[in-house]
């Protein structure tokens, strides 16, 4: 029992567990098993790409997906338990990646919290054409390229500016409103 406890990764010690705890009857069902544990692999890499429309960051969907792919690769193409193995951590440290991120965000606060009187929004007018409209500015980056609604110019911001709110807004970005404040 302690040998097999040391050796987390491995089936057949896994098995010799369950076993000691009176699974071994489920192995009639090992095939269902297998599968149910393959559409969860399916469905965490789902939920990354569901995260990532939530969070924007590139680098933890790609770890999902390259995980995922190497536990079928390695189940399907490879045949090969390590890289199996590799996925199904590589899954595993995304999952845990990205639930230590979301954590972090609720214990910090929020932007609005910090800066009561800040203005989220300002009109943007475009150099080229003079086309107007009013955008939300996001509170945790500055956003570099907007692309016009009247021309279709791809806005950048002037030297020395943060980002195109600065440059071309009726109001500076929200990071410059909170350096001023501070």
Partial sequence: MIAAAACPVCFPKLALLGALFGLGALSAY?????????????LAVLGH????LRHRKRWLLGLGILSGAGVFGGL??????????????GLAVTSATDFWGRKRAKVRPSFQQTTPNAVLSAVI???NCGHRK????????????YECA??????R???GDCCVFCSYGSVKCPSVQLASVG
């Fill in 150 to 155: 009247g021309c279709g110019a791809l806005l």
């Fill in 49 to 52: 790409a569901l995260a990532y």
């Fill in 125 to 127: 007018t475009c150099p």
């Fill in 134 to 145: 009013r955008e939300k500015m996001p509170t945790d980056t500055c956003q570099f390229f």
């Fill in 76 to 89: 399907y193409l490879l045949n090969s338990e390590a890289v199996t193995y590799a996925g199904l951590a």
């Fill in 157 to 159: 911001p002037k030297a």
């Fill in 30 to 42: 090992e095939w269902q098993l297998f599968i149910a544990a393959q559409v969860l692999v399916a």
